[in-house]
């Protein structure tokens, strides 16, 4: 496996790189970054998350193991609204509550790390195991996280536009901080699932912006 990183722009506050990851020769990741600098600006709009279905507290843990891949080991999963994988939802609006099983998020890397554990949106509408693969990925940090929220329970708020010919279009999930009630801004959007293996699979996989929904009825 070998990795390379290039420069494909940089402005006066704003730079763009792009990432490969090739494994035997062949491209396995393509990734393109765009940060940052902060600058002063007379616009500002902050989103505020809805309210959680249920208080993080009443709802128990998802099992391991099954069917779920085997990196999701490291993640305690709950299911505020909305059904697990494979149960026949008739919608794929859900509220999974998530965190590390033995730290806190302490770096941004974890935090896509965590943003990743998560099942596709439609894989709740599935009556039986199917596999799925992402084609696309993308993630937005949106507003800072503070250091109560990283070691706490993290909510996704996730669901499907439109699916159909075996693909399926996620919404843009977001990730809220500390898991509670409303009031509370998204720290991550932009989570809905395209390329990697499958969360069917026992391996890991990318999530986040569009979902193929291989078999499908």
Same mark, same amino acid.
């Given at each position: 496996m070998t990795a390379h990183a290039e420069l494909l722009r940089r402005g006066k506050s704003a730079a763009q790189l792009e990432a490969r990851i090739l494994i035997d020769g062949k491209v396995a990741l393509t990734a393109v970054?765009?940060?940052?600098?902060?600058?002063?600006?007379?616009?500002?709009?902050?989103?505020?998350?809805?309210?959680?279905?249920?208080?993080?507290?009443?709802v128990p843990d998802a099992p391991h193991g099954g069917l779920r891949p085997a990196f999701t080991r490291h993640f305690d999963m709950r299911w505020g609204? &909305?059904?697990?994988?494979?149960?026949g939802a008739e919608h794929s609006d859900a509220q999974i509550f998530v965190r590390y099983r033995n730290e806190p998020v302490s770096s941004d890397a974890l935090l896509v790390c965590l943003a990743d554990a998560i099942p596709?949106?439609?894989?709740?509408?599935?009556?039986?195991?199917?596999?799925?693969?992402?084609?696309?990925?993308t993630l937005?940090?949106?507003?800072?996280?503070?250091?109560?929220?990283?070691?706490?329970?993290?909510r996704f708020d996730s669901g499907l536009t439109a699916a159909g010919d075996g693909y399926g279009w996620?919404?843009?999930?977001?990730?809220?901080?500390?898991?509670?009630?409303g009031?509370?801004?998204?720290?991550?959007?932009?989570?809905?699932?395209?390329? &990697?293996?499958?969360?069917?699979?026992?391996?890991?996989?990318?999530?986040?912006?569009?979902?193929?929904?291989?078999?499908?009825?």
């Open positions: 970054g765009i940060f940052g600098a902060q600058r002063e600006s007379a616009v500002r709009g902050v989103p505020v998350a809805p309210a959680a279905a249920v208080p993080v507290e009443t609204a &909305g059904l697990p994988p494979f149960s596709p949106s439609a894989i709740s509408v599935f009556k039986a195991p199917a596999m799925l693969s992402s084609m696309n990925w937005e940090f949106v507003t800072p996280m503070n250091e109560a929220e990283r070691a706490g329970w993290l996620g919404k843009h999930p977001d990730l809220v901080g500390s898991g509670a009630a009031g509370h801004q998204p720290a991550v959007r932009g989570l809905v699932r395209v390329m &990697g293996t499958g969360w069917a699979r026992d391996s890991h996989h990318l999530s986040i912006n569009e979902v193929m929904l291989d078999g499908i009825t």
